[in-house]
């Protein structure tokens, strides 16, 4: 019997300044291949090559990661400025309305970080640009060094940084079975406005939004702003998150199969 199919979004870089390439981190795909239990498939993140119900046709369910680029700040009425460079403007043409899509036909979809905002903006929701320029709020963006340049060593760059509050009773509470975890933290833009049908369910110390929900989703729409897919192999937190999520899939694709042959 064949494992599940997970597409996991790709992003626009440049290689050697000439060659438009899409690209996906291998920790997604380890994350989805070795706690999902199921095969990793990587897709444009670009509407002009990928067709949405041609996609979710191929794929069991769909991870949407993080990224260096930010969501185009007109996408929530708010003015583009050089500082929140690189946009990809292609990926944020198709993840919108693939989120709202996933949602409609129950494939499971899990937010990450980029992902997570994506499916707040998605909804009718607003970001701030830059997390660290709030008063009061920390720096959520990876640790550097002090001449600018970012923390070689990934431990650091990935380690736990702050705790993050779950609802009680919520769909994380269960799921990770405790109302406060610890994460990592590498973004700078963040949740201001939440989007309609869109439920906060974790808060980070200094009132960030790090988890969240979408409201009456007939399947699994779970979006975590810190990045889950560096340690489920280890992480007791991220593993359950990726364990629930492969769980969400199977289902899927279990009853896809029972569909096709029933019509057989």
């Known amino acids: 019997m064949r494992?599940?199919?997970i597409g996991v979004i790709g992003n626009t870089h440049v290689v050697e300044n000439r060659f438009?390439?899409?690209m996906a981190g291998e920790r997604n795909l380890h994350a989805v291949a070795e706690v999902a239990g199921a095969l990793p498939l990587i897709f444009a993140g670009d509407p002009g090559i990928t067709h949405i119900p041609d996609l979710l046709d191929a794929v069991d369910g769909i991870v949407l990661t993080g990224a260096r680029a930010n969501v185009h700040p007109s996408l929530f009425k708010a003015e583009p400025s050089a500082k929140y460079e690189p946009y990809d403007e292609a990926r944020d043409g198709l993840a919108l309305p693939l989120i709202t899509a996933c949602v409609e036909r129950g494939v499971p979809l899990l937010g990450i970080c980029r992902g997570f905002q994506e499916m707040n903006v998605a909804f009718g929701g607003s970001l701030y640009p830059e997390i660290r320029e709030l008063p009061g709020r920390m720096n959520h963006r990876m640790p550097r060094l002090e001449n600018g340049e970012i923390h070689p060593d990934p431990a650091v760059v990935f380690a736990d940084r702050h705790e993050v509050r779950l609802t009680p009773g919520?769909?994380?509470a269960r799921?990770?079975?405790?109302?406060i975890i610890k994460v990592n933290s590498?973004?700078?833009q963040g949740v201001l406005e939440l989007g309609r049908r869109v439920i906060a369910e974790g808060i980070a110390e200094d009132g960030t939004i790090e988890a969240i929900r979408i409201e009456d989703a007939p399947g699994f729409a779970l979006g975590v702003q810190w990045?889950?897919?560096?340690?489920?192999?280890?992480?007791?937190?991220?593993?359950?998150l990726f364990e629930a999520f492969?769980?969400?899939?199977?289902?899927?694709?279990g009853g896809d199969l029972h569909e096709r042959q029933a019509a057989e």
């Open 3 to 5: 494992r599940p199919v």
């Open 20 to 22: 438009s390439v899409q």
């Open 170 to 172: 919520g769909v994380f």
């Open 246 to 253: 492969g769980q969400a899939v199977r289902a899927r694709a």
């Open 227 to 240: 990045h889950a897919e560096y340690d489920p192999a280890t992480n007791p937190i991220n593993r359950a």
């Open 186 to 188: 590498l973004h700078g």
């Open 175 to 179: 799921l990770l079975g405790r109302d």
